[in-house]
């Protein structure tokens, strides 16, 4: 899409436009990693090792604890805060 395009659509085009940019950035994103994994597999596999898969994330959570974020930071006692 040239700039005279996209300075005729209207602000939902733009969006739409936006929108579609993306979800075809994320697809690429993706393929890439796809690749990515297929090609460390390949060379693993080319010195006898394996890949093994990392901690998978659930909900877009990570596996790993969170600090309770209600308790709060104490400073370290000195003898001028005693």
């Known amino acids: 899409m040239t700039d005279e395009q996209l300075e005729k659509l209207d602000d939902d085009g733009l969006k739409r436009v936006i929108a579609q940019a993306k979800a075809f950035l994320a697809k690429r994103a993706e393929e ?6 297929r ?9 006898g090792l394996t890949l093994k898969p990392a901690a998978v ?11 309770n974020r209600r308790t709060t930071l104490r400073q370290p ?3 001028q805060t005693k």
């Not at 890439?32 to 994994?37: K, N, P």
């Not at 090609?39 to 010195?47: F, I, K, T, W, Y």
């Open 77 to 79: 006692q000195t003898e």
């Open 32 to 37: 890439r990693e796809a690749q990515a994994v």
């Open 57 to 67: 994330r659930r909900n877009g959570k990570s596996r790993r604890r969170r600090a």
């Open 39 to 47: 090609d460390a597999g390949e060379l693993l596999a080319s010195v």
